[in-house]
């Protein structure tokens, strides 16, 4: 039952897709995110956004780019504030931590190697849905599931844009997924 | 009688040689079996554990099968470093020390690596034939791989 309705959402999103090149290219943030942005800070924004970096990096099949969004990832992730965190959050980090830095090291490391990197970054990704919902972003995120991925067993991401675009099917079939919740800020 | 410059640059390298012979790196052979080794985590059928043990733990676990080899230097150095990365990577002996999250990744990453054939790395089984992976032995491990992360997940 789910697996033939993803199929369908993946075919139409697919169908469409060509029609939708020109609208895609208007809303997808093609710029690297600026480390410091207006708005609410939170003590994980910066690596929320090495983290976005990354996912616009893969849905471009820019496996270089990727690279270095895992190094300003890890940047990030080493910069954090332990003692600003509440009791709660210091817990999730602590889980979440150690995992997210080896995906990212793997990343960083696989400059040449996209397929590698997109299978860390599903397991990222898990992570950073995690520190996301303990800490808050400051900006609204939305949690999108590709069903295909993975042997058609499914893989999920953020995404700062509501648009569909595909991290771990890149350009091949980049508006494959779906919305399945939105965080708000 | 002075010597001509090859000769001395070979007697250089000799001397080198055998110096380096006395620097010895320690080696990983523990010897005990962890209270956070997998065996003792989760439940490992014989046959799986046998090939982890044939295959895998020579980098992945705390005990190291040496070959003659590793007394000769620079091998020996050359042997350490891949077994400290291997460990850095996966360790079987302290699998229980990893949170559950990673260890399901660990898990995960042990299927993809025998599914697309990475692991063992074609260098190690060049000097170990008998490590090689047989269809059979592959699905054995992907499926006991994913029954484990399974349970894991589930006790979430």
């Not at chain 1, 599903?122 to 900006?139: H, P, R, W």
């Not at chain 2, 063992?120 to 592959?138: G, I, M, V």
């Not at chain 2, 029954?147 to 894991?152: E, N």
């Amino acid at each position: 039952m789910t697996a033939s309705i993803a199929f369908t959402a993946c075919n139409s999103g697919n169908n469409k897709s060509a029609e939708n090149n020109s609208a895609d290219n208007n809303q997808t943030p093609t710029t690297t995110l600026s480390s410091n942005p207006t708005g609410e800070a939170t003590p994980i924004k910066g690596i929320v956004n090495g983290y976005l970096n990354l996912k616009n990096a893969l849905a471009n099949d820019n496996s270089q780019a990727a690279a270095n969004a895992a190094n300003e990832f890890l940047e990030a992730m080493n910069k954090i504030d332990k003692s600003s965190l509440t009791e709660g959050q210091k817990k999730v980090y602590a889980d979440v931590a150690d995992d997210a830095k080896e995906m990212a090291e793997h990343i960083s490391k696989s400059a040449d190697k996209i397929d590698h990197q997109r299978e860390h970054f599903d397991m990222l990704s898990n992570d950073i849905y995690d520190m996301v919902k303990a800490f808050g972003t400051g900006q609204t995120l939305y949690r999108d599931f590709c069903p295909m991925y993975n042997d058609n067993k499914g893989a999920t991401w953020l995404s700062e844009v509501k648009l569909i675009r595909n991290p771990y099917l890149g350009k091949e079939m980049p508006t494959c997924g779906e919305v399945k919740e939105e965080i708000k800020q | 009688m002075s010597m001509s410059r090859t000769k001395k640059i070979l007697l250089a390298i000799l001397i080198v040689l055998i110096v380096i012979q006395f620097i010895q790196p320690t080696r990983n052979t523990s010897g005990q079996v962890l209270q956070t080794d997998i065996v003792n985590m989760y439940n490992v059928p014989q046959s799986i554990q046998a090939v982890f043990e044939n295959a895998c733990y020579d980098c992945h676990s705390n005990n190291t099968r040496y070959p003659w080899y590793a007394n000769v230097q620079p091998m020996g150095w050359l042997l350490a470093r891949h077994v400290k990365e291997g460990k850095d990577e996966l360790n079987f002996s302290e699998f229980g020390s990893y949170s559950s999250r990673r260890q399901a990744n660990k898990l995960r990453a042990i299927e993809n690596s025998v599914k697309d054939g990475t692991m063992p790395l074609s260098s190690y089984l060049l000097l170990h034939k008998d490590a090689r992976l047989t269809e059979t032995y592959k699905a054995e491990i992907i499926s006991w791989v994913r029954r484990t992360r399974d349970s894991l997940t589930q006790n979430k």
